[in-house]
Nanobody, 127 residues
Framework: QVPLVESGGGLVQAGGSLRLSCAASGLTFSVYAMGWFRQVPGEAREFAAVITPGGGSTNYADSVKGRFTISRDNAKNTVYLQMNNLKPEDTAVYYC????????????????????WGQGTQVTVSS
């Protein structure tokens, strides 16, 4: 059973918004840093955003800073990615992932630091 399930992807015009959700099950969600990554076919998986287990700190890739917001609701075992002012270059499969690396203040950006991954959700931004 996959412990992380993403939803909320779709087709949107440039300048539009989408909110991705990632629901966790079968793990102690509140102890994991949660990250969002994205991948275009033929390219490496790219870091987008990360949030600490308690939700007090976040970090973003420069390419999404100021447009994307990561948040979490530990009572609902869910992490979100609010994406505003979307651009065609944001088109990718988006994955959420869970990491136990480091202390509760860690903000891992490397994909190999994540233990669990969702199956991905497609985001397509048309020009």
């Amino acid at each position: 059973q996959v412990p992380l399930v993403e939803s909320g992807g779709g087709l949107v015009q440039a300048g539009g918004s989408l909110r991705l959700s990632c629901a966790a099950s079968g793990l102690t969600f509140s102890v994991y840093a949660m990250g969002w990554f994205r991948q275009v076919p033929g390219e490496a998986r790219e870091f987008a955003a990360v949030i600490t287990p308690g939700g007090g700190s976040t970090n973003y890739a420069d390419s999404v800073k100021g447009r994307f917001t990561i948040s979490r609701d530990n009572a609902k075992n869910t992490v979100y990615l609010q994406m505003n002012n979307l651009k065609p270059e944001d088109t990718a499969v988006y994955y959420c992932a869970a990491s136990l690396v480091g202390s509760g203040s860690a903000l891992p950006r490397r994909s190999n630091l994540y233990k669990y991954w969702g199956q991905g959700t497609q985001v397509t931004v048309s020009s």
